[in-house]
């Protein structure tokens, strides 16, 4: 491995930390940003560093929220409090809601679950999902979850978890590919995989 000064290194080391990105791109993005005006890599920092501070995040469904308290979705009355669609990511919240074929709400469970990587069930906002279907009058749980390893297991401890709260579990239908991510289905596919869900039992 090269060595560079530890400024760089350090620079490297984080990036390497971004989903999908080794250390080759790490590098390719340090070098580019070194030929960056200095004007452009402050705005660059201080963007980074605003992120905390000027994201709140939902108490109910853990989606972003432009003010502190309830995000838009759950405190819209004239959406099905009765359905919960379960998401892993944020991001996968915004590409169902773009599908304008769902009017419930829904929950962000922060990732799945991963043990070799350290993502234990208690790591994810499963707890507060069921605290949250015993308060309210929740019918059903749609689990919108990727059809991948990961995301097959964390369905599996779910159904365990959610089926003594006696209410219908569905899954999104077949028609997002295995391995593919639902940040990546088109409408049209999402919207048939929403309309053809099937229960779970
Ligand atoms: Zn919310």
Redesign the pocket.
Known sequence: MLSYPPTINNLIESFTKLPGIGRKTAERFVFYLLKRPKEELYKFSQDLAQLHESNYI??????F?EAEG??T???NTNRNQAIICVVEESHDLNVIESTGEFNG??HVLGGNIDPPEGITPDKLTIHQLTERIQKNNVQEIILALNPDIQGEGTIIHLKNVLQPLNIKITLLARGLPMGSDIEYADEVTLTNALKGRQELK
């Open positions: 939902c108490p109910v469904c853990f989606n929220s309830l995000c979705i759950c405190s709400l829904y």
